[in-house]
């Protein structure tokens, strides 16, 4: 990486490129002068309106607040309106057409029928984006999202997740977050946001936001959002539906906050599960555990809650040894420079080791890779953030979960 | 004594160059920073009058142009942005040569409007921490960890990023 005075360079290099127009103040004073022309007729108008104002504020009148619903559901279907580009029908096309074939071999007949499209839209880093609804040859309503594939633009749109449709006449929103949303399909982005979030709210919904717990609380907008009922937006690359969250608005007012629907194909499935028993290095989860095996990883949205050490099918059990226990160790690193050591269970608590503590500050966020994700970095799992520098390669680490408190988690299984 | 008029005018002529600049570096692209440009320049002039001269024209014109990209990256509709941004700017550039300022240029486009923000008031225009926290309307400690998130995502997009080989030794478990 440049220095930083390498960096001012670059930059200059790269801002000298730009050139103004010609005349670039007679532009500016053009609209300067349609500015305040604007401000006088808006004004003499302000003065008639006014005198109508006060004559509605004698009058008591009720303010109704507007109400939002879900539109009626089209049978088993989602009732909502395309949103961005209806009109693009090259695009459904495309879609429907790697739905049908997904392994790029063209199918005899088209195994989807009663396609309707929720989004058509393009954006810049995931190019075409497409969300269709459809029944598949068996009959069931399906969800589709495709986007580009970016390293092939010649293969046109890729079918990146396929679902079963949730109630209609209950759903307000679908959501995809993922890293696997550029190249080919299972293949991870390499880029430190190369997570993305698609998503698409019912009509009436006027804006939305995305927050995810691998972002840091100061870069987060609090402010209600009235950007549109759809969003496609970057998130760190650890980002994944567990960690993510929508919502969803109507001016000022929230209609909705909920946790992202899911991933695309090759992410890690999350596995939900219930406590039913603990001890002070483990707990005891019950759920259905016909995936999950011996050295997945357990984790909540804030966070790794540790390992699983013991699987009992007959019961639909499973144990998991907590990320404090001194039987559990993982490798690890800092999220925003990669340094990478080991962290351990230890009876005080949660400790890394190995890691050059010039390198690491306090409240630097701590990773561990999860294995079912196939990947280092791809939907990797806070375990906690760097409470004390002890010695030049050890620190204490706080735990992201809140291990007293665990009532349910997720089990992250690979996905097929 | 010049109207106020003739000193915009002048202020434009003298400034305009310098000020795309720095939009070009936040929008990524020639028509949006000349847009973005004009914007806060109308802006400043709407506001002339009223400005407070101790401030000086340069940090009140810096606030508004920071404001109007952050204000305007969040309220952008996705379906405005072109496919393909990054080979529409290669073509329409003729001073694209060096393929290291491409790559710098496609890792500035990446980072989140408030990181970019950041990056460019800090590390292209030079402005101690303090100055990019006032204009961008924020406190001193955002800007630091706006500029070190920054410039780690350009570190890792600008070298490669991803898994270095010794990852291979580190003996982790993959259990399916």
Redesign the interface.
């Known amino acids: 990486?440049p220095t930083?005075m390498d960096?001012?360079e670059?930059?200059?290099?790269?801002?000298?490129?730009?050139?103004?127009?010609p005349a670039?103040?007679e532009?500016?004073?053009t609209?300067?002068r349609r500015?305040?022309l604007k401000?006088r007729v808006g004004a003499s108008t302000a003065v008639a309106a006014i005198g109508v104002a006060v004559a509605v504020a004698l009058t008591p009148v009720v303010a109704r607040q507007q109400q939002f619903a879900v539109p009626a559901p089209d049978g088993p279907f989602l009732g909502w309106q395309t949103a961005?580009?209806a009109a693009n029908t090259a695009l459904v096309q495309q879609a429907e057409r790697a739905w049908d074939s997904p392994a790029g071999v063209a199918a005899p007949r088209a195994a989807h029928h009663e396609v309707r499209p929720l989004l058509v839209?393009?954006?810049?880093?995931l190019?075409?984006v497409v969300v269709l609804q459809a029944y598949d040859a068996t009959g069931d309503p399906r969800l589709a999202f495709f986007t580009t594939n970016k390293g092939v633009?010649s293969q046109g749109l890729m079918l990146r997740a396929d679902r079963r449709l949730t109630d209609p006449a209950d759903t307000k929103v679908v959501s995809l977050v993922s890293s696997r949303l550029q190249g080919d399909v299972g293949t991870t982005a390499?880029?430190?946001?190369g997570t993305y979030a698609i998503v698409v709210a019912a009509p009436g919904v006027e804006g939305l936001k995305v927050s995810s717990t691998t972002i840091?609380e100061?870069?987060t907008?609090n402010d209600a959002?009235?950007?549109?009922r759809?969003?496609?937006t970057?998130l760190p690359i650890s980002s994944t539906a567990l960690t993510t969250t929508v919502r969803g608005y109507m001016g000022s007012r929230t209609l909705f906050t909920t946790p992202a629907d899911g991933g695309a194909v090759g992410d890690a499935q999350p596995v939900p599960v219930t406590v039913i028993g603990s001890s002070d290095h483990s707990v005891v989860v019950s759920g259905d555990v016909t995936s999950v095996?011996?050295?997945?990883y357990a984790a909540t949205a804030a966070g790794m809650v540790g390992e699983v050490t013991a699987v009992d099918r007959a019961a639909s059990t499973a144990t998991i040894t907590l990320v404090t226990s001194p039987a559990f160790t993982?490798?690890a690193y800092s999220n925003?420079?990669i340094h990478?050591g080991h962290i351990h269970g230890d009876e005080t608590g949660l400790r890394m080791t190995g890691v050059s503590t010039t390198e690491v500050l306090e409240g630097n966020r701590i990773m561990v890779?999860d294995?079912a994700q196939?990947?280092?970095?791809a939907g990797a799992l806070t375990v906690g953030r760097v409470a004390a520098i002890v010695d030049s390669s050890s620190a204490t680490i706080k735990p992201s979960a809140d291990l007293a408190g665990l009532r349910t988690m997720y089990i992250m299984v690979?996905s097929n | 004594m010049k109207t106020d008029d003739e000193q915009l005018d002048a202020y434009v002529r003298a400034n305009f160059g310098r000020l795309l600049r720095v939009a070009y570096l936040l929008c990524g692209d020639a028509g949006r920073a000349e847009d973005l440009v004009q914007t806060a320049l109308m802006k400043t002039a709407l506001a002339w009058r009223r400005l407070r001269w101790e401030e000086g024209i340069d940090a009140y014109v810096q606030r508004v142009l920071v404001n109007t990209f952050i204000s305007a990256q969040r309220r952008r509709s996705w379906w405005e942005r072109p496919l393909g941004w990054v080979s529409n700017q290669a073509a329409s550039d003729p001073y694209v040569a060096v393929d290291q300022r491409n790559v710098l240029r496609r890792a500035l486009g990446r980072l989140p409007a408030r990181q970019r923000t950041a990056i460019v008031l800090r590390h292209y225009q030079g402005l101690s921490q303090e100055e990019t926290a006032e204009a961008m309307g924020c406190s001193v400690g955002t800007v630091k960890s706006l500029s070190s998130r920054g410039l780690s995502t350009l570190r890792h997009d600008i070298t490669g990023g991803g898994v270095d080989d010794a990852s291979q030794d580190r003996g982790a478990s993959y259990a399916y």
């Open positions: 990486m930083d960096l001012h670059e930059l200059a290099a790269l801002a000298e490129q730009v050139r103004p127009s670039p103040s532009a500016v004073m609209r300067v500015a305040r401000r961005g580009e839209t393009q954006d810049r880093m190019g075409a633009a390499s880029d430190h946001w840091d100061e870069l907008q959002a009235r950007n549109g759809f969003l496609i970057e095996r011996r050295g997945q993982a490798p925003i420079d990478r890779a294995p196939k990947d280092d970095l690979p």
